[in-house]
């Protein structure tokens, strides 16, 4: 005759994770083990005195089984070894401590799949409900060795897993199409090893795939039986899809006027709240889609992240209902806080040769209740450089952006910018106008173009010419980071594409550029990231002569090959100042190491090339090394860089020092 039992699988807080537990197990004991209370009823330990009794040290000796995740387990869930230091005890806590500890010992062998297993916890050689022990241990002289805890465990053989079931709820009930497949993908397979991971791991799948397939009521139950003879742990899970349900029309309650109108003239409600300021209208079409759609938790999701990305939101919460509607559709509501309506913020950055750079911005988010965004900006550079101005560039700009704009996920932009610019390569005045509509093809993927406009007089080596410039700029972006201020694993990457037709000089031509940058975690804990960085430009259609100095391509500085002065690599004019070229390669490897809560460091090599040639040459890089320190902040973490040119020219500086907010890439 076979022996079976069945178990439920409940949550360890201690750390272990989620185990197969007895279907009542003694709590009274652990609790009075964590607290230092009377042990359970029944047993075996005397009562303490009534006088006042002292902590005792003790020291805990574990098991090592031979299997490295069991002897894991067993750490993380030992009371004994957790609480040894953070919660001193007297002798009577440690003995109900130590009688306690063979409920975490089961839990832990049964976690890994050891339902034979043996253990014992031993005091000073003695069973703690050994009468008499805890008196024995208290009469020892103050300063005497910790009591010696030994954890003792023969774990037995490990039990396997039967081929798991799926029983619909009630009887007769359909199932979705493919929901085994989430049995195998969670590793619970017949003949696996029995530990309760796998089997948690397959619920939460499985509750997924329910989800998923449109049931957003289904529940899920449990059965689990140890067969001992056979040593096979049986696992049925116990399955009430309920009703596959379509989204009804969604609310928005937290902003807006009382009522808007929905795409097909259907009325989308929101709650009225006294400072309410976004158009209802703009959020019905955002979440109208929503209707008549089977429910899917990650549509709920995309029509969230939709309301968030007009950037009025601080927070947008979705919430289900509990039951479907009179019509049999389930309702959905998005809860919205709003920001402040206005916003101002400024930064500054530093390098030795040019002085500091300041910039300041101010927008209002919410301009025509639409979410339109309008931000102006001012930046003044090149500061200190001189005794006077001469030198002093700066640029006033504005941009408005309609988000929504003819479509789903579409952003208009519109820009315009005053700018004086000194760099050493040319001076350059220009007044510049732009269009451009962004569309996120995905939650990482976003394409924008448009028209751009510009008017401009440019000197270099003394030559000064007007330029009137018609252009076409297309962006391809790709971003799928964890932080975009200080990422620690992800990729992102740029490709530009901007055709350029000179109306003074009757000429055309187009530059291509892409880069890249990869951030690896290497201690997995974000304490140690590989950050790597690559990018390749090219010029083609027109001479050298025939494309503006300020849209060469220039490399050198703290955004590109450290050690250099800005804009230094590359071909030199007659007077020996940088000339740009038609074609760059740059590549940057960093080390980006935690120190110390919010301090860190870095250590990095640069490289970079520019050319006449359209094509690019990687046989003529230039190479800059140095370290940085980093403090991280909320807004990003403020860096230092100091970086020494590997193989410098005549004329470069003998080090660069760059100060910053954020990460250099």
């Known amino acids: 005759m076979r022996l079976k039992h069945s178990l439920p699988l409940l949550f360890l807080g201690a750390g272990l994770g989620l185990a197969l537990l007895p279907a009542t197990p003694p709590r009274a004991a652990t609790q009075a083990a964590e607290t230092g209370a009377e042990p359970p009823p029944g047993a075996p330990v005397e009562a303490p005195p009534e006088e006042e009794t002292r902590s005792i040290a003790y020291s805990v000796t574990l098991p090592e089984t031979g299997d490295a995740a069991l002897d894991e387990a067993i750490r993380r869930a030992s009371a004994l070894e957790r609480l040894r230091e953070s919660a001193p005890v007297d002798t009577y806590g440690l003995i109900g401590r130590a009688i306690a500890e063979s409920d975490h010992l089961r839990d832990a062998l049964r976690s890994e799949g050891y339902y034979g297993g043996r253990f014992a916890v031993l005091v000073e050689g003695t069973p703690p409900e050994t009468p008499g022990l805890a008196t024995r241990l208290q009469s020892r002289p103050a300063g005497a060795t910790p009591v010696a805890v030994a954890v003792t465990v023969v774990p037995g053989p490990r039990y396997t897993l039967a081929a798991p079931r799926l029983v619909a709820e009630p009887a007769g009930t359909a199932l979705p199409d493919g929901l085994s497949q989430a049995l195998p993908g969670a590793g619970l397979a017949a003949g696996a090893p029995a530990r309760a991971q796998p089997v948690l791991d397959a619920e939460a799948r499985i509750t997924t795939a329910l989800r998923e397939a449109g049931h957003p009521f289904a529940s899920l139950r449990r059965r689990v039986l140890v067969d001992h003879d056979a040593r096979v742990l049986e696992v049925t899970f116990l399955i009430a899809p309920g009703p596959r349900a379509q989204f009804a029309r969604p609310r928005v309650i937290g902003t807006g006027p009382a009522a808007g109108t929905a795409p097909g003239g259907s009325e989308t409600r929101t709650e009225t709240r006294t400072d309410a300021r976004t158009d209802a209208g703009l959020l019905g079409r955002i979440v109208a889609p929503l209707e008549g759609e089977t429910y899917r938790p990650a549509k709920l999701e995309e029509a969230r992240r939709n309301l968030l990305s007009l950037d009025v939101f601080s927070t947008v919460r979705a919430r289900a209902a509990e039951r479907l509607d009179e019509s049999g559709r389930l309702p959905v509501t998005f809860t919205v806080i709003e920001r402040p309506l206005r916003a101002i913020g400024f930064s500054a950055a530093y390098e030795t040769r040019y002085g500091p750079t300041f910039s300041t911005y101010w927008e209002h988010r919410n301009l025509l209740g639409?979410?339109?965004?309008?931000?102006?900006?001012?930046?003044?550079?090149?500061?200190?450089?001189?005794?006077?101005?001469?030198?002093?560039?700066?640029?006033?700009?504005?941009?408005?952006?309609?988000?929504?704009?003819?479509g789903r996920n579409q952003t208009l932009s519109l820009d315009t910018a005053a700018l004086r610019e000194r760099p050493d390569a040319y001076d350059r005045d220009a007044f510049t106008l732009g269009a451009t509509l962004e569309r996120s093809l995905s939650p990482r993927l976003a394409l924008s173009a448009g028209p751009q406009v510009e008017f401009s007089r440019v000197t270099q080596d003394g030559e000064t010419t007007s330029y009137q410039l018609l252009g076409l700029l297309g962006t391809l972006r790709w971003t799928d980071v964890d932080n975009p201020l200080n990422p620690s694993r992800g990729l992102r990457g740029t490709l530009l594409v901007n055709p350029i037709y000179s109306l003074g000089e009757s000429n055309a031509f187009t530059r291509l550029r892409a880069q890249a940058s990869t951030y690896l975690d290497l201690s997995g804990d974000q304490g140690s990231i590989l950050a790597l960085r690559g990018a390749v430009g090219s010029i083609l259609g027109a001479s050298f002569g025939g494309v503006p100095p300020d849209k060469r391509f220039y490399s050198g500085g703290g955004g590109s090959v450290r050690g250099y002065s800005y804009q230094s690599v590359g071909p030199r004019t007659a007077a020996a100042e940088p000339a740009g070229g038609l074609s760059q390669v740059e590549a940057t490897l960093e080390l980006r190491q935690r120190v110390s809560g919010p301090w860190g460091m870095a250590v990095f090599v640069d490289a970079g090339s520019v050319t006449r040639d359209p094509m690019p040459d990687f046989g003529n890089l230039r190479f800059g090394a140095g370290l940085g320190l980093r403090y991280l902040t909320g807004i990003g973490p403020l860096r230092a860089d100091i970086a020494l040119p590997l193989n410098r020219e005549s004329g470069d500086s003998a080090f660069g020092l760059y100060l910053g907010i954020g990460q250099a890439f």
């Open 370 to 406: 639409g979410a339109e965004k309008l931000r102006l900006e001012a930046e003044v550079n090149r500061l200190g450089t001189t005794g006077d101005t001469s030198d002093t560039g700066g640029r006033l700009a504005a941009s408005l952006k309609t988000p929504w704009f003819a």
